[in-house]
């Protein structure tokens, strides 16, 4: 499977986190609550030097909780600040500006010593397209300043939004990477829609979504679809495409709407909270 999509606007963004860094005090990494090790762009890391870093866990309320634990004990075990949040009902935002204010504590002190006083933080947020960065700002700053949607590529250029007269934010467009060595994240990041889906066979990630979740949590697709799985994904999508009356004229399933459904469903939460992958021991 060859899935890869690093357009020109990626490009010029990466080379636009690099020249802001230095209007900044620190840079807050979202990542996907379901998904934190394929949604952590590796190439960030070079990037942002030893910038003070929040990171946050977007998306919580669609993730298993018991695993957003883990996760976040994992970054605590890392002496990484991190908060699992969710930025369509706020979840744990009242903890972010308290967050931020412990990691530039020392900054801020050596203001404060200095004689000023009403200092303004300035923070980039980034990550990878569709993982909740323009929802974030416009939760924090309570307007809705920054355009979102439901797929990749909302946001086309960087914006300042001013939360209030101490904060300051800077939307960025969401960034891959060139390559994906791994199939794995490749899948991780479709299945979330971080990867545009126009430019992929649904069916094929489908039915590699159909076999991952029938290893992990069998339950969310025999629940849902009231279907009893099979070792074939394929005849299990075609169930699932027939018990929802996905059928095109003539009777047969309508495999390509039944993949987007399927897919749907994980990305709106009907198959339930999911996490696909867990810290290592
Ligand atoms: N369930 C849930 N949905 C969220 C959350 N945060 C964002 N979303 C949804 O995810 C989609 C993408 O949100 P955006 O804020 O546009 O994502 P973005 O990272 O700015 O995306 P790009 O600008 O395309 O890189 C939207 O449909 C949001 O409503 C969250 O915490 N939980
Ligand atoms: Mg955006």
């Known amino acids: 499977m060859d899935i890869q999509w690093y357009p020109g606007h990626m490009v010029k963004t990466k080379k636009e986190i ?3 860094l230095k209007l900044v005090d620190l840079v ?3 990542l996907d609550a379901r998904i934190p090790i394929s949604s952590k762009n590796p190439d960030l890391d070079a990037l942002l030097n030893d910038k003070p870093r929040l990171v946050i866990l977007n998306k919580s309320d669609l993730a298993d909780e018991r695993s957003t634990k883990q996760w976040i004990n994992y970054f605590k075990g890392r002496n990484i600040q991190c908060l699992d949040v969710d930025s369509t009902s706020g979840k744990n935002f009242r903890n972010i500006y308290s967050t931020i204010k412990l990691i530039l504590k020392e900054k801020i002190d050596k203001k404060i010593e200095r004689g000023i006083k009403n200092y303004t933080i ?5 990550g990878i397209p569709n993982v909740g960065k323009s929802s974030f700002i416009n939760k924090i700053s309570k307007k809705s300043n920054a355009k979102t949607g439901d797929k990749p590529g909302v946001t086309r250029s960087k914006q300042w939004i001013k939360v209030n007269g101490e904060f300051e934010l800077l939307d960025t467009p969401g ?8 199939d794995k994240v490749a899948l991780h990041l479709t299945y979330t829609r971080a990867i545009k889906d126009e430019i992929l066979d649904n069916v094929e990630i489908a039915l590699k979504f159909i ?4 290893q992990i949590s069998p339950s969310s697709l025999t629940g849902r679809y009231g279907i009893e799985l ?3 994904p394929y005849e299990n999508l ?8 996905c059928i095109v004229k003539g009777g ?7 993949a987007y459904m399927i897919l749907d469903d994980f990305r709106s939460g009907k198959l339930g909270r999911l996490t696909l992958e867990l810290p290592e021991e």
Request: no cysteine.
């Open 28 to 30: 807050i990494e979202i």
């Open 122 to 126: 300035r923070a980039m947020v980034v």
């Open 252 to 258: 047969e399933i309508d495999t390509e709407r039944t």
């Open 238 to 245: 075609s169930e699932i495409g027939r018990k929802r009356g």
């Open 211 to 214: 076999s991952e979740i029938s």
């Open 230 to 232: 099979k070792e074939s």
């Open 175 to 182: 960034v891959l990477w060139p390559k994906f060595d791994d």
């Open 18 to 20: 690099v020249s802001n």
